[in-house]
């Protein structure tokens, strides 16, 4: 069974900058072969909602509100992902989770892995690391 493990949160004023890991564990040499990750962001009270996703084919892609500001990237050892946040303002305060998918490489993994977490069929989340950005 494949275990994501995340790092890189904490805390930091406005216009700071953050870096978030995710590495997959367990993964054979088929499930580290085809992948979609991505970046989940849930904010207190409110739903879990997409932030950037990357794939084996799938090009990064990002909700409107981080894009030129986060960058994900990848390394196909493990596999692992980065979120490279800059320019951080107190609305990406949220707990941040990693995704993945192992079973298809989409070559869309935003809407893929969206759809997913809609039906609650993400093979792995992470546990969670929480970012807070102070005015």
């Known amino acids: 069974q494949v275990h994501l493990v995340e790092s890189g949160g904490g805390s930091v004023q406005a216009g700071g900058s953050l870096r978030l890991s995710c590495a997959a564990s367990?993964?054979?040499?088929?499930?580290?072969?085809?992948?979609?990750m991505g970046w989940f962001r849930e904010a207190p009270g409110k739903e879990r909602v997409p932030v950037a996703t990357i794939g084996t084919i799938s090009e990064p892609e990002y909700t409107d509100s981080v894009k030129g500001r986060f960058s994900i990237s990848k390394d196909n050892a493990n596999p692992t992902i980065y979120l490279e946040m800059n320019m951080l303002n107190p609305e990406d305060t949220a707990t941040y989770y990693c995704a993945a998918d192992f079973t298809a490489g989409a070559r869309h993994c935003y809407t893929f892995l969206v759809a997913l977490a809609m039906n609650s069929a993400m093979d792995a989340w992470g546990q969670g690391t929480l970012v807070t950005v102070s005015s």
């Open positions: 367990g993964c054979t040499t088929t499930t580290s072969s085809t992948y979609c």
